[in-house]
């Protein structure tokens, strides 16, 4: 059974930063592709970051060059550094596989930003 648990969020000015943790339990393998995710109010999750098991990663355009995607397959933990945010990055960010695996979701993480 995986188990994916995410902490980090909070409320930033705009221009802040944020560094989100996923911690995995279970099953999940080094080779696994692993993404973050994000909803915001009114609006379909989507795509933010992904990153395979070699370390190449992929962004969406919108956050392309102020997030960094990163993962210790050790721990297992994934992690995503957010830089220079703005306000229309406020949402609930997750965690998952890509593709996703619809039971793998967990509660997600808050980030507020303020203008």
């Known amino acids: 059974q995986v188990q994916l648990v995410e902490s980090g969020g909070g409320l930033v000015q705009a221009g802040g930063s944020l560094r989100l943790s996923c911690a995995a339990s279970?099953?999940?393998?080094?080779?696994?592709?692993m993404a973050w995710y994000r909803q915001a109010p009114g609006k379909q999750r989507e795509l933010v970051a992904l990153?395979?098991?070699?370390?190449?990663?992929n962004y969406a355009a919108s956050v392309k060059g102020r997030f960094t995607i990163s993962r210790d397959n050790a721990a297992p933990m994934v992690y995503l550094q957010m830089n220079s945010l703005k306000p229309e990055d406020t949402a609930v960010y997750y965690c998952?596989?890509?593709?996703?695996?619809?039971?793998?979701w967990g509660q997600g993480t808050q980030v507020t930003v303020s203008s």
């Open positions: 998952n596989t890509f593709p996703v695996q619809p039971n793998y």
């Open positions: 279970g099953r999940i393998f080094s080779t696994n592709t």
């Open positions: 990153i395979t098991g070699g370390g190449s990663t």
